[in-house]
């Protein structure tokens, strides 16, 4: 007897199976004709494990128009902007937009999220509204909060002393961003300091690093040493990395194998990278997004971050992690099948292990935490971005929708339309 049974459904790596939950976890994976207290039917349509956010500001989130737009559209303009807003927001109206957004991202599935939090505010406001947020979705949303300097740890007079208190706190990952302060040795500076105070404490590190079109930033590269340096190797991320698009290619070519060794990750963040970067440009414009195919490649590990969804920085934006893959893959030119697969397994698979997630995954043993797309693969779901038809958090039901087909009144023509393509649906292409 199991409290749920997920029935029929398409695995990612195309296998047709049932999947049984008992006590919030996955216990058994296989053709079943068991009793569960609830079935869901699924078949023909993909369950795969949840989606997972390794790059967000939820602190910022759904603050877009307040106290005015981004008019230039540059990173430099939203760091400004985001003063601003510091200036007039108030910690229940914080934590009430990160709660909205959290809404959004368990209807789409979305069931961890890494959330930079600025320490740069002596108030701390967004480190105790998001350390309460936390706890309240702790149920549905595994959300991980990253103390990040936002005006620079040394270029801000007392964000070196409210990053500590906020570790004190209890936020989890050490936060950075060298290619903001006043100077290069400044920049790599503070990602020494930073890596020092995560290997003191045993936490993980996750820096903005180099989130610029400047070839000559290179702040990855004192990530990589001090990775090694201080054996923090697969607890590290650099996100952005965006500088890596415009530099020498010698250069990377070293650069490359030193961050494999290191086990550093990578998180672009392609619907941001791809509005911010390249803005002083005339033509040719630069795209602004990592070597990630380059990465990839080298056995580095990658994940899709979706990093904003209206905010100073950028007025879009949905909780679809679908939709950061669909970008991803348009930008980097991933678009072989396997490569497409990849682009998948980045929003959901690599993540978590980024994030550091232990009971995640479509395993016996793992927190049963699911979504049902009306997709038949995972390169269909990239296509359509489809409903989920339904969510489950910890073996929960927490989300769901109605199949949304469009009803087409043509003379001679089917009654309804679902954008599936038969060929390539259903079955594992
Ligand atoms: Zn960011």
Redesign the pocket.
Known sequence: MFDLIVKGGTLPDGRVADIGITSGKITAIEKLDAEAGQVIDATGDLVSPPFVDP?F?MDATLSYGTPRINASGTLLEGIGLWGELKQVMTPDEVRDRALAYCDWAASMGLLAIRS?VDTCDDRLMGVEALLEVKKQVAGYIDLQLVAFPQDGLYRDPTALQNTIRALDMGVDVVGGIPHFERTMADGAASVTQLCEMAAERGLMVDM?CDETDDPMSRHIETLIYETQRLGLQGRVAG??LTSMHSMDNYYVSKLLPLMAEAEVAAIP?PL?NIVLQGRHDTYPKRRGLTRVKEMLAMGITVGWGQ??VMDPWYSLGTADMLDVAFMGLHVAQMTSPDEMRQCFEMVTNTNASIMGLTDYGLRVGAKASLVVLDAGNPIEALRLRPDRLCVIAAGRVISGKTRNDARLTLPGRPESVRRRHPAHSGEFN
Do not use: R
Request: aromatic share 0%; with cysteine; proline share 0%.
């Open positions: 790059h500001h930079h903005h996100s952005h963040n941001i990093d904003c």
